[in-house]
């Protein structure tokens, strides 16, 4: 897991409500990324941010949010118009957002289950 | 666990055989590739990685081969422990270009005494 945190480890949710995922890393990194992992599927790429005060869309970022406020906080936010949220949430990060193929290394992850 | 796949293929190894694992990439102008390997419930862990420059790249007990021609990719672990048992999966991308990291689904890997 490295210098990267997230939490909750676990996170409950009634259809309706927002919930805010936290990931925090003290590598260092310029660039931080979220996944989101469902079971038979690969990676998938949710929102990602190569520096401060910025980020893009990934492939599948319908029903979420994020900020980039400081260098090593990249909070998620799964919203009611997410359809389906429940899910394996990994957080990453890597050296620099200029090579966008650095290596990424992850955080513990985040399983959001809604009730 | 529940979070890295249900119906995974699945590699059982005995402890102390070496494992092979493998990978079928999907973009040809991929050159950039690397190995995580997750254990249930945990995010993944980098193991290596190689670009496309190599054909062979060595760690501590595991090694990666390359072959571009049929754009394979695989891990060999050597003498395969119980602590090995994971998923273990591929990513694929490209140097200086806007196109993401593209992950595979994965391989169990179950080591049994």
Same mark, same amino acid.
């Given at each position: 897991?490295?210098?990267?945190?997230?939490?909750? %480890?676990? /996170?409950?949710? %009634?259809?309706?409500?927002?919930?805010? /995922?936290?990931?925090?890393?003290?590598?260092?990194?310029?660039?931080?990324?979220?996944?989101?992992?469902?079971?038979?599927?690969?990676?998938?790429?949710? @929102? @990602?941010?190569?520096?401060?005060?910025?980020?893009?869309?990934?492939?599948?970022?319908? !029903?979420?949010?994020?900020?980039?406020?400081?260098?090593?906080?990249?909070?998620?936010?799964?919203?009611?118009?997410?359809?389906?949220?429940?899910?394996?949430?990994?957080?990453?990060?890597?050296?620099? !957002?200029?090579?966008?193929?650095?290596?990424?290394?992850? !955080?513990? !992850?985040?399983? /959001?289950?809604?009730? | 666990?529940?979070?890295?796949?249900?119906?995974?293929?699945?590699? $059982?190894?005995?402890?102390?055989?070496?494992?092979? *694992?493998?990978?079928?990439?999907?973009?040809?102008?991929?050159?950039?590739?690397?190995?995580?390997?997750?254990?249930?419930?945990?995010?993944?862990?980098?193991? *290596?990685?190689?670009?496309?420059?190599?054909?062979?790249?060595?760690?501590?007990? #595991?090694? #990666?081969?390359?072959?571009?021609?049929?754009?394979?990719? $695989?891990?060999?672990?050597?003498?395969?422990?119980?602590?090995?048992?994971?998923?273990?999966?591929?990513?694929?991308?490209?140097?200086?270009?806007?196109?993401?990291?593209?992950? +595979?689904? +994965?391989?169990?890997?179950?080591?049994?005494?």
């Amino acid at each position: 897991d490295g210098g990267i945190t997230q939490s909750p %480890k676990y /996170l409950f949710r %009634k259809e309706g409500q927002n919930v805010t /995922l936290s990931c925090e890393q003290n590598l260092n990194h310029d660039a931080m990324y979220w996944y989101r992992q469902d079971p038979g599927q690969g990676l998938r790429l949710i @929102y @990602y941010s190569q520096i401060v005060n910025d980020f893009q869309k990934g492939d599948i970022a319908e !029903g979420y949010s994020v900020s980039r406020e400081k260098k090593e906080s990249f909070p998620l936010t799964v919203t009611s118009a997410q359809k389906n949220p429940t899910a394996f949430y990994l957080c990453a990060s890597s050296p620099t !957002g200029t090579r966008y193929t650095d290596t990424q290394y992850f !955080g513990p !992850g985040t399983r /959001l289950t809604v009730l | 666990g529940e979070n890295v796949g249900l119906h995974l293929p699945t590699l $059982s190894v005995q402890e102390g055989d070496n494992s092979i *694992i493998n990978c079928a990439y999907s973009n040809s102008a991929s050159d950039y590739f690397i190995w995580y390997k997750q254990e249930s419930g945990k995010g993944p862990q980098f193991i *290596i990685d190689i670009r496309s420059n190599m054909d062979k790249r060595q760690g501590q007990r #595991v090694t #990666v081969l390359l072959n571009k021609t049929v754009k394979h990719l $695989s891990l060999q672990i050597a003498a395969t422990q119980p602590g090995d048992s994971a998923v273990y999966f591929c990513a694929e991308g490209i140097t200086y270009n806007t196109d993401k990291l593209i992950f +595979g689904t +994965g391989t169990r890997l179950q080591v049994f005494p």
